[in-house]
């Protein structure tokens, strides 16, 4: 029903592991001390490790097989020893290895969130939130594997199985020999495992991030869910998603439940292997007990870091899905940026030029056709124009939310395109039409993050949009909670609150899209008179369909289908009797006929 | 206390016991493959026993071949029943996701929105994925290990007990440890995990929220300020996964130590036996075999004690709300009559609401006949939008204060009542999807002739022909890639779609111009007749052709009457009327 492709994760080609575990090790660089150390102490304990079954070979051999009690007794202290020291620096190489990974994931956390703070909007239109919300927190949490269990991991496995590998040698050559035959079985079976593994570990990734949004926009939209009686569809459309990610598990289930007895096999047959030609060896006297037995414990060694190793290969799978879409995401760069040397403006006067300004969200789909206008410092610009006829897009572009295709917009005589977008922004205030508030307390809204704002400052611009009014009834003053998205206000307090965070910030331009719409017509007077006072010499830019928000300004601009056709004051426009006048004309002529009556 | 205890538990698990039953074969057989792998298992080192004796005693190779053959056909088989544990428990584990996750999105489906007032979205999305996630280890891989562990320990110790009892009990000396170190240790998981997975809420909240805001955030220049703010968040979490860590890493060792321990003590006894001559130096390798398979098991022991002890946190976090029951009980009452002659009549009977302590709405009284149109307006935050989201039953009223075709509101069918409700939130909400199935969210087997309908009804369609694809262009989440205007008049029709008897429109045109807003009203009022309406506003415009027009102050109606009369009346209303069109009229006079 609903057209899925937008849920859908883009497309991913072919991955290319090596090229993605090369870019994962580059978040390891800074801490290279720390990899060294941790790869050190698995070493050790790898060693201490191996030392266990060679001092059991020893105890058999030179003291159980000859009975030398005084012997034993010394060699299970050294015993002992081993195991505490081994344990001590394996506590230490865990610790230091959760320290690694926690600390990586730190990082690229933050990377993935920065970078999300830098994307335009026109990105924000076609990701949705819970997607993206899926990238900074669970796929980043998924990587922890690659790096506190994956590479530190890898490294002592290898070790391990090298000093192995030598010790084996070592003991017995040609039996040995004989153990390895397996090993290349064992190679050809995490291969053919790896391949179906990753695609399952891709798709759920994908069904997890698809969960994360619907239930994003469901819980955000209940009131419409529960008004419409959708509950049961809503649950449908849920279920599907729900049964596709059981269905990829089922999968991987599939693929592990496999993999895991097959390896077990092998390394049985190993050890069968290594019974029958040992106890050939034994038999002609080329071999002791003690060499046997310390042998199939070394080739069980052997094969548990082999078997690890291919689990964790394939756990790394399961992060690599994971990695793939935070290095998608991270090289997704914003589109709009500021340029390299941008022109500095001080001080602003106001003064707004714009020149035929041409504007599409998509291709050639014109919102804003030609227009040029321009504002004197200090004037009170008014826009009007029916419904979608390109106001607030207007006023995106003055904050280069996107980006124009055509024409200019001067702020004091500097293109915005060569202004720093920050220094740009530093200039404006603007009051949203889609009011957002974040949870937290009220003056955290009003002064957001800016702690220059002091609370007189906030309460100020609280009682200036006629907010104080709500703030008696409060308990905590402006320390008082909010909800997420102001759930327990009106919609008219979100809109002042909103209102007071553009005064608050006290900007040298001002832009109000429809900031009072379900604001009460006396409350928007008060505004009004106190903003008279406030922005004294400043200009500001309206958008607003209530008249008795416009009628003051200084001119009024009419957009029709995104072109500029009518411009002058109140008056003016009214005796031109066109559009402005038609906008305004069924209202009065009205009221006109029923005042008569009266 | 004890009795408390075990009662709490019991209802914590009851979430995912009511599900074992359904999969309880898998759960039969799942165990029976456990013991079968495990019971396989501790045949080979006997095998390997038998191998040593016959190389002592300078048997035939031929015989040291055949056990060996026999070795590999066990481990085959036994390899056989490990798929089927996982095939089975790990499987079960991911029906009771399934399950679960359905059942908390059901109940998510269900609440009413005062549990969504509270509770941040970022929160209830982390305990629908990362607290389940929890919750299924605990269920599947932690069950499949204990298993394991309780078979494997059971197997071995008997095998170690026939060959000798007095070394079994001395390796035994060194397994106390165990329960003791589980107990503090699990105590200790229990709380730092408790820890990790709320600020995880906490953090997918804040992030959900900051990307959220998008706009607000980068007009107002916040992001340097939001990484800051994030970073610290994330550093906090790095620090309880680290304190977490700690004991992690204490675990492993101290587990591997113990269990290599029982080896020493095998070692060190056994050998002093052999010397002695009191047993044979293929049981001391057979013992040693068989420590070697509880060390893994052992080492489980406690990585499980931590699944469970993270499991039960997320548990519980899921558990809260599942035992949130919504507070808008549902009737069943449903007029018997047909659909078409249900009139649309409500009236207030003293009504008096509060969301929490202050009074919101209060001694309310209003009847609005079937096909009458209701003007409400007054000052922000008097109480016009609480009034008609009750009508709709988004929260609960109590008895006798509401009536709607002169059945108490609360003995409605909560389904048959909105199915009667045209509602048109003051704040629209759309779900990323076309604009055709937007409009058709109530009503989805309408027609794209239908859609076109209403859409006409809403003065959308003139705005719909002019997209790209028409009724089947994506709007993004909320609606973000349309208009202010475009988004009211897309819920507008979604409202018109369902052909209500009840009309609620809820500043439903607060961003649509003056002209478009006409339009709009010319058509509702063309079906005026069968429609009860609803209007809120703070344009006069939009009201003052009302059959009543309501004042409200401060949740009280302070002025009542249609537009003539509250003109002559001349106080509010009035006031509201003169400051909208007065001052505008007499200057282009
Ligand atoms: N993010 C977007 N992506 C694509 N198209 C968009 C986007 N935002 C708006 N549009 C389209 O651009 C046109 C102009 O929208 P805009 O929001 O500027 O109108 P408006 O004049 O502010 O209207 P209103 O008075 O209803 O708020 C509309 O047709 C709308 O559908
Ligand atoms: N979910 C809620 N929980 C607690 N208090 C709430 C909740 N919703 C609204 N309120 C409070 O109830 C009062 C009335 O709010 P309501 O939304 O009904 O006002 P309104 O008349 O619709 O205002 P507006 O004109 O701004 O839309 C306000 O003071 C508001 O803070
Ligand atoms: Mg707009
Ligand atoms: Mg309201």
Redesign the pocket.
Known sequence: MVANNYHEEEALGKVYDARLMKRLLTYLRPYRVAVVSAAFMLLVVSLLQVAVPHLMKIAIDDYIGKNDLDGLTNIGLLFAAVLVAGAAVRYGQTYLTIWLGQKVLHDIRQQVFAHLQRMNLAFYDKNPVGRLVTRVTSDVNTLNEIFSSGVVAIIGDLFTLALIVGVLLHYNWRLALITFTVVPLLVAVTFVFRAKVRNVYREVRARVAHINAFLQEHVTGIKVVQLFNQEDSAFRKFDEINLSLRAAHFRSIYYYAMFFPTVEIISTLAIGLVLYFGGFRIESGLMTFGELVAFITLVEMFYRPIRDLSEKYNILQASMASSERIFNLLDTSSTIVSPTSPCKLEHCTGRIEIENLWFAYNNDDWVLKDVSFSVEPGQKIAIVGATGAGKSSLISLFYRFYDYQRGSIRLDGIELKQMAIDSLRSHLALVLQDVFIFSGDIAGNVRLRDDDISDDQVREALHRVGFDR?LR?FEDDIGSEVRERG???????K?LLSFARALAHDPDILMLDEATS???TETETLIQSALERLFEGRTSIIVAHRLSTIEKADRILVLHHGELRESGTHRELMRQQGIYHKLYRLQSRKQAVRIGKD | MNANESKTTFSRFSTVTKYLGRYRWYLVVGVLAVIGANGLMLVPPYLTKLIFDRLETGSPMSEVGLLVLAMIGLSIASGICRFTIRRTIIWMSRHLEYDIRGELVAHLLKLS??FY?KNRTGDIMARATNDLEAVRMMIGPAMMHIANTLVVATGALTMMAMLSPRLTLYALIPALVFPISMNKLGNMIHRRFLKIQEHFAHLTAVCQENLSGVRVVKAYRQEDHEIENFADLSEHYFKLNLSLGRLHAAFYPLFQLVATSLMLVVLYVGGRDVIRGEIELGTVVAFFLYLGMLTWPLIAIGWVVSLYQRGTVSLDRINQILNTTSDIPTGCAEPKSDEKSVRGKVEFRDLNFA??E?P?LNDLSLTVEPGQTLGIV??????????V?LLARL?PVARDQLFVDDIDINDWDINALRRRIGFTA?EPFLFSATVADNIRFGRADASIDEVAQVAQLAALAKDVDEFPDRYETMVGERGITLSGGQKQRVAIARAAMIEPTILIL??ATSSVDTETEYEINQRINAHAEQLTTFI?S?RVSSVKDADQIIF?ED?RIIEQGNHEVLITLGRRYADLYRAQVLAEQLESL
């Open positions: 709500f009834r759930a327990t206000m009106s919609t008219g307090q809109q379900s604001v009460d | 929105p005062s007032d969301y929490d202050a919101i007054g000052l922000t935050g008097s109480g016009k939008t609480t009034l989201a929260y003051q809820d500043d809120v703070h409200l949740g």
